[in-house]
Nanobody
Framework: QVQLVESGGGLVQAGGSLRLSCVAS????????LGWYRQAPGKQRELVAG???????NYAESVKGRFTISRVSAKGTIYLQMNSLKPEDTAVYYC???????????WGQGTQVTVSS
């Protein structure tokens, strides 16, 4: 089992910045991918950014150059630095842990990010 605790959401004006944090605990020793997804009202959940425990990262096209995902490997902690935020970034952001050998996803409770225009 893996537990995920997120923090750092909030309300910010367009052009501003926020940093999200996620702490993973439990059985996190296997090959895995930690990442952030988001879901806006009426839309499907989408991948924002992911980082393997080897350090490789990937980003949605819509956030490239604005968002940066980073990882403190030893602690299973990831951050999402979000700069130049836009109103269309408004969503609930979910931390995700994907256990590669087990092919299993774990989800955090979600944190609201609201960007005002």
């Amino acid at each position: 089992q893996v537990q995920l605790v997120e923090s750092g959401g909030g309300l910010v004006q367009a052009g501003g910045s926020l940093r999200l944090s996620c702490v993973a605990s439990g059985d996190i020793t296997s090959a895995n991918v930690l990442g952030w997804y988001r879901q806006a009202p009426g839309k499907q959940r989408e991948l924002v950014a992911g980082i393997l425990n080897a350090g490789h990262t990937n980003y949605a096209e819509s956030v490239k150059g604005r968002f940066t995902i980073s990882r403190v490997s030893a602690k299973g902690t990831i951050y999402l630095q979000m700069n130049s935020l836009k109103p269309e970034d408004t969503a609930v952001y979910y931390c995700n842990f994907f256990d590669v050998p087990a092919a299993r996803h774990y989800w955090g409770q979600g944190t609201q990010v609201t960007v005002s225009s």
